[in-house]
């Protein structure tokens, strides 16, 4: 039941952040199409403060800047995770069982990070190939 809601909890975080994003849903209105690259390029000016390149329109860059922020929100999964098997190892008090379930989460954890990293590897390598 537990492992029920963190999932829900995260599976609604992940879709609230890409509705307020606006990655691709297009249901809240754009900077650009309320008008402020016009009045002045505030959103240009956040973007260079940033460190994102606002001359590109390369479905390319675009395709990276989505991984980069799915893996950014995958490292805060990781890291959500390695915080609540430690506390759940820390609080186990001795108990085998709640020990090894701490081990078991710190483990999946870590597997499933190795395992986005190199499926990125095999992405990039694949791409730097084709582009």
């Known amino acids: 039941m537990r492992q029920k809601l963190i999932f829900t909890f995260l599976a609604v975080l992940f879709l609230g952040s890409l509705f307020f994003l606006d990655l691709g849903f297009g249901i809240i209105p754009s900077a650009q199409a309320l008008g402020f690259k016009e009045a002045g390029g505030f959103l240009d000016l956040a973007g260079l403060g940033a460190g994102f390149d606002t001359t590109q329109s390369d479905p390319a860059v675009i395709v990276s800047q989505i991984i980069v922020a799915i893996l950014s929100f995958i490292g805060v999964i990781f890291l959500i995770l390695m915080v609540y098997g430690g506390i759940t190892w820390m609080t186990a008090r001795g108990e085998s069982e709640k020990v090894e379930k701490a081990k078991g ?26 582009i």
């Open 105 to 130: 989460i710190i483990r999946n954890a870590i597997t499933g990070l190795i395992i986005v990293f190199l499926a990125y590897a095999i992405v990039y390598t694949i791409s730097s190939f084709l």
